[in-house]
């Protein structure tokens, strides 16, 4: 069984009027199943409203699945006993850097995780300091978090959920606040956890550039999963996507455009570099 | 009528230890009827930037014209300037608040001293240039999804019929379809009303799309003011500051070291779709 399981999961939102009383329920996730490997980097993309940061904050267990399960590490994520030990496993990151960070030096924010989990003082520090330099920001730990940008305030929330040496982490719309240089932080931090430390990745987002390197990506639309792949796969049905009101980095796009117009070039270019060798390469061939 | 930046300096904590300069020594025109992007990386000066140009802030020194009016003049009325220039915030959707869309569009022009009927007609008016489906004027504007929320958030100040709508960051959070939508529709009333609109954007693809002109801030100065192409051909500049240029423009260059003969100043994917096919078409290869 993978680091993330969800069986059947259904979530449904209550609806009420004014004076309180029910006046129906939206099913917010419609009997997902997934599993995901220990170690694999997951994309999830979808519309406003399809359901993704639903199923994300089942995850750490911020919600309860209304029917269906979800484990995580095993652990079934409905049973009270196990909430704490979830929460350290699944750390989770959200999209406003300035609602999560509390300390008033970055190394205190950093320990506050550890802290909190009664880790011996000598080890918060050592977990720190890791954390920090797992992320870049290991320089400005003795700064004021309020005077870092969004990129590094990010950066500092994500070394916070580190210290508390989860298996995974999930990412709800890290970079959505960003601008350009603080989105590649970002997405480069998430990517260094990935790769050097192993940690199981979750990425939501609406950037799709930042997914490019993703194991996998689920495509979500009415709390369905309506697709799922590599990010080639996924990003080679353009007009598929634009339908789920998504869209393709700029390059696929100009990629496909060119197909139209009957310039010969593989489906679902990724970046920059493939598609200028591409052209290149068939431009030597005539 | 237009908005001129005459040599303003804000400055923060002005007396305080932390003084940080915000404005430099801005100087700018905006001329009615542009469409103007404003960009630059988180603490540029951007924000402060455009809410001088409604008065929310005052500037330590220089002037701001307005249609002619020194807005500093003590016979000024900045009441009337926030009408004209009408300013939506990021994530404007947590300022609504009114039990319905409808009722919420109503408050600004309502607050104006509009008497009942001018206010809705107003409202109206600004939900249709909105784009909002009429089946949602009486829902509440809690239950409107993520872009819905943003377009009655923009409704709101539009029914206070200003002259220059000035947009921080409007698209942040929205799925690529709502993104395009927003700004296919404010590129609408500009090209539909003559609005002057400037949007502030972290988004060098969606600036290259939309706007007449680019004005890149970076400490609290005016970098670069210029056409989208010209602006975005000091990639490698707005790279030092944060910022970078669209997807195609680093494709476009790819291309050129490759050998081939491409316009490396297209900004939009349109554009180099064409230059990519004249250029494969003057090798006579693909065709």
Known sequence: MGIIRTKDLVYEYVRRDEEGNVEGFTTAVDKVSLDVQAGEFIAILGHNGSGKSTLAKHINAILNPTEGTVWVDGMDTSKEEHVWDIRQR?????????????GQVVEEDVGFGPENMGVPTREIWERVEESLKAVGMYEYRKHSPNKLSGGQKQRVSIAGVLAMHPK????????????????????????????VE?????????????????DRVFVMDSGKIAMEGTPREIFSQVEKLQELRLDVPQVTLLAHELQKKGIRLPDGILTVEELADALAAGNEMH | ????????????????????????????????????????HTGSGKSTLVQHMNGLLRAASGHIYFNGEDIYDKDFQMKKLRSKVGLVFQYPEHQLFEIDVFSDVCFGPKNLGLDRREAELRAFDALRKVGMPAELYYQSPFELSGGQKRRAAIAGVLAMSPEVLILDEPTAGLDPKGRDEILRQIKELQVRTNMTILLVSHSMEDVAEYV??????????VMYDDVPREVFSHYKELEKIGLAAPQVTYILHALKDRGFDVDVNATTTGEAVETVLGALGRKGTYI
Request: with cysteine; aromatic share 4%; glycine share 10%.
């Open chain 2, 1 to 40: 009528m237009s908005i001129i930046l005459n040599h303003v300096n804000y400055i923060y904590g002005e007396d305080g230890p932390l003084a940080v300069k915000a404005l430099d020594d801005v100087c700018l025109q905006i001329p009615d009827g542009q469409f103007v992007g404003i960009i630059g």
């Open chain 1, 168 to 195: 995974c982490i999930v990412l709800d719309e890290p970079t959505a606040m960003l601008d350009p240089k603080g989105r590649g932080e970002v997405v480069r931090a998430v990517r260094a956890l990935n790769d």
């Open chain 2, 212 to 221: 007449d002109r680019i004005i890149v801030m970076n400490k609290g100065k």
């Open chain 1, 198 to 214: 192993g940690i199981t990745v979750v990425l939501i987002t609406h950037y799709m550039e930042e997914i490019i390197h993703a």
């Open chain 1, 90 to 102: 699944a750390g989770m990151v959200f999209q406003n850097p300035d609602n999560q960070i509390i």
